[in-house]
């Protein structure tokens, strides 16, 4: 049975709530007087369904219903999830609260996206205290994983590490805050570079761009895969943090900010960062400044997702929870007969288009040879028994190019096996998205010692495996195309 998600207030943070539960199979219900609620939240859904996918190397859930909703009612009866992200006005969120809690399940997570206000303030007066928390999201919540989530002593538990558990399904990494606290944890940190920020500009020291360069060419993206404390225990060497801190601490005496000194927001300190702002970033709309985003930390964090290490870390987590909801055949006695192999299905990253806009040639190859790895896995050539000394190496492949695919669309590729006899493997794959032909190919593969590095007869087991497929696809129809030649379609 589908869950469903109540969506309180959808702008740029509710619109991103919106799209992190879509995409991941939930219903969306969404409530907002705005009456440009709905094609706001398009806007944001339209760039979510653009880059989640390509995150994962694994398809997303069917993607849920959304619906819209003139009364609170109708958006909370039966959620499991009510996420409320209205304007940071503490009488407003607490009167919403009474309006949720009149028709809501208590068993529900009620979480606010608040970042300036703590738990207890907004559990006050509220017709179940228990049932509040803070589940503050970053922006664009369909891909920053971090959520802060704030119960107080009043907060019924069980909720909260059921709302944990969702939101680690969902790919998200939900931070336990162990006492609440004004903005939390990470606003905190922002807020005392925004300050400090705020003096270099104020002073003349550096402009927004060149502040905006410090971080993103420098510890920004160190922050990004290590976080704080790991990079100066490294920064400490081979004796570790104990002598970063001997050797840096005395810095901290050092009259270097002015953290507790906040500028006053004069008219003239205002006009000068907007202006310089506009300067800076003016010539792309939000939009496409959202596209760009998107498209960098799509690209950060598949690179750190090859490392397995960081954000990178979690991405692989979802992928194999991915794969297993999806059903990938892992084994040849998982196969059911009378049918082609499936042997990939996932989404197209952004990172896998070309200046045309669609897959490169060198990804069709990829996701070809990803076939190959599954359908070897399949019949038994796994990492064991690669280790133990055996393998096959590609000796030829061609390729067909028939129709183009773009970002963030699910591919399938269907395997026949065309001979699997003695040293050879010789394989037809057919990739698709939905029922369209998008390209095919044959790989002829050669059975070696990984010893001596030639060819070599696969173990009894493989052979076997291989000549039960092999046989089971001869009695199918031959598929069009295998064995053309290039220029012949």
């Keep these: 049975m589908t869950q469903v998600a109540a969506i309180i207030g959808g702008g740029v943070i509710g619109g991103g709530w919106a799209a992190r ?121 369909y891909l920053l994983p971090l959520i802060e989530v704030v119960p107080t002593e009043q907060s019924d538990l069980a909720i909260v590490a059921r709302a944990e558990d969702i939101l680690r399904q969902m790919g998200m990494y939900p931070l336990r805050v162990r006492k609440e606290i004004d903005a939390h944890i990470a606003d905190r940190f922002l807020e005392a570079v ?23 060419y420098g510890f920004g993206i160190r922050w990004a895969q290590m976080g704080l404390f790991e990079t100066y225990r490294v920064a400490g060497g081979e004796a570790g943090m104990r002598h970063f801190m001997a050797q840096f601490g ?79 055949v892992r084994h040849v006695a998982d196969l059911q007969a009378g049918g082609l192999t499936e042997t990939l299905r996932r989404a197209v990253p952004l990172d896998w288009t070309d200046y045309n806009g669609h897959m490169n040639e060198a990804r069709y190859l990829q996701a070809f040879g990803d076939a190959t790895d599954r359908f070897m896995e399949i019949v038994g050539c796994d990492a064991a028994y690669i280790a133990s000394g055996g393998s096959y190496f590609t000796a030829e492949t061609h390729i067909r190019h028939i129709d183009e695919v773009h970002a963030g669309k699910v591919i399938r590729v269907e395997t026949y ?67 053309r030649s290039v220029g012949r379609k």
Excluded at 197 to 215: F, Q, V
Excluded at 458 to 479: D, F, G, K, M
């Design 417 to 483: 096996c065309a001979e699997g006899a003695g040293k050879k493997m010789h394989l037809f794959h057919q990739m698709f998205e939905g029922d369209r032909l998008l390209a095919t190919g044959e790989h002829m593969l050669i059975h070696v010692s990984l010893e001596t590095r030639k060819a070599s007869a696969p173990s009894a087991q493989v052979a076997q495996n291989l000549e039960r497929i092999a046989t089971a696809h001869r009695a199918l129809a031959r598929p069009e195309g295998l064995g």
């Design 21 to 141: 539960f879509l995409l991941n199979g939930w219903d969306v219900r969404v409530f907002d007087p705005d009456p440009e609620a709905e094609r706001k939240i398009g806007e944001v859904l339209a760039n979510a369904r653009r880059s989640l996918p390509g995150l994962y190397e694994a398809p997303l859930p069917a993607e849920g219903r959304l619906s819209f909703h003139s009364e609170i009612s109708e958006a909370v009866t039966g959620a499991a999830w009510i996420q409320e992200s209205v304007p940071e006005q503490l009488a407003m969120k607490q009167k919403v609260y009474r309006a949720i809690q009149a028709h809501c399940d208590p068993a529900a997570v009620l979480g606010s996206s608040t970042s300036g206000f703590k738990p207890s303030e907004l559990q006050e007066a509220a017709l179940r205290p228990a049932q509040i928390m803070v589940c503050h999201p970053f922006n664009p919540v």
């Design 250 to 328: 005395p810095a901290l005496k050092w009259p270097w900010t002015k953290l507790m000194d906040v500028p006053e927001f004069t008219d003239d300190l205002v006009d000068m960062i907007s202006d310089q702002s506009d300067a800076q970033s003016g010539m792309h709309s939000i939009r496409e400044l959202e596209r760009i985003r998107d498209n960098n930390l799509v690209g950060m964090m598949r690179a750190l997702k090859a490392q397995d290490w960081g954000a990178g870390a979690l991405l692989k987590g979802q992928d194999q929870h991915l794969s297993a909801q999806a059903g990938m």
């Design 194 to 216: 925004w300050r400090e920020a705020l003096w270099l500009i104020k002073d003349g020291i550096a402009t927004t761009e060149e502040i905006d360069n410090a971080i993103r």
